[in-house]
Nanobody, 122 residues
Framework: QVQLVESGGGLVQAGGSLRLSCAAS????????MAWFRQAPGQEREFVAV????????SSTDSVKGRFTISRDNAKNTVYLQMNNLKPEDTAVYFC???????????????WGQGTQVTVSS
C-alpha cells in the first residue's frame, strides 16, 4: 500500500510559478510510474503529466507543454510538478497518482493523494 501526500499548492497571479511535491510512503516508490492529474469544479479529472520509474521518460498534455515539468527523486520518494507561466485556466485541485505503466486514464492508477488546490488569479 502506497500513501501519497501532495503539497505546494496555493494562490498565485497569472504568470507566476508554483512547485508541487508529492511524497510517497509505504511501498516501493521506484517501481511506479507517477502522474499528476487535475480537476476543476464541475469537470472531469484531467491528465497533466507522467514520469516513468527512473525519471528517464516523461509526457505531458499539450496545454501545459513548455510550462510544466514533472520530475522525481527516488532517493526522497518524491515526485514534483514545476509549474511556470501559470494561467487562470490552470486553476484546479492537483492530484498525484501511482501506477504500473504509462497512461493518461485515471482509472489506470492504483494510489492517489488527497489533492492540493492551485488557484491562479488574472
Amino acid at each position: 500500500q502506497v500513501q501519497l501526500v501532495e503539497s505546494g499548492g496555493g494562490l498565485v497571479q497569472a504568470g507566476g510559478s508554483l512547485r508541487l511535491s508529492c511524497a510517497a510512503s509505504g511501498g516501493a516508490f521506484n517501481r511506479y510510474f507517477m502522474a499528476w492529474f487535475r480537476q476543476a469544479p464541475g469537470q472531469e479529472r484531467e491528465f497533466v503529466a507522467v514520469i516513468n520509474w527512473n525519471g528517464g521518460s516523461t509526457s505531458s498534455t499539450d496545454s501545459v507543454k513548455g510550462r510544466f515539468t514533472i520530475s522525481r527523486d527516488n532517493a526522497k520518494n518524491t515526485v514534483y510538478l514545476q509549474m511556470n507561466n501559470l494561467k487562470p485556466e490552470d486553476t484546479a485541485v492537483y492530484f498525484c497518482a501511482a501506477g504500473l505503466g504509462y497512461s493518461t486514464n485515471p482509472n489506470s492508477y492504483f494510489y492517489w493523494g488527497q489533492g492540493t488546490q492551485v488557484t491562479v488569479s488574472s
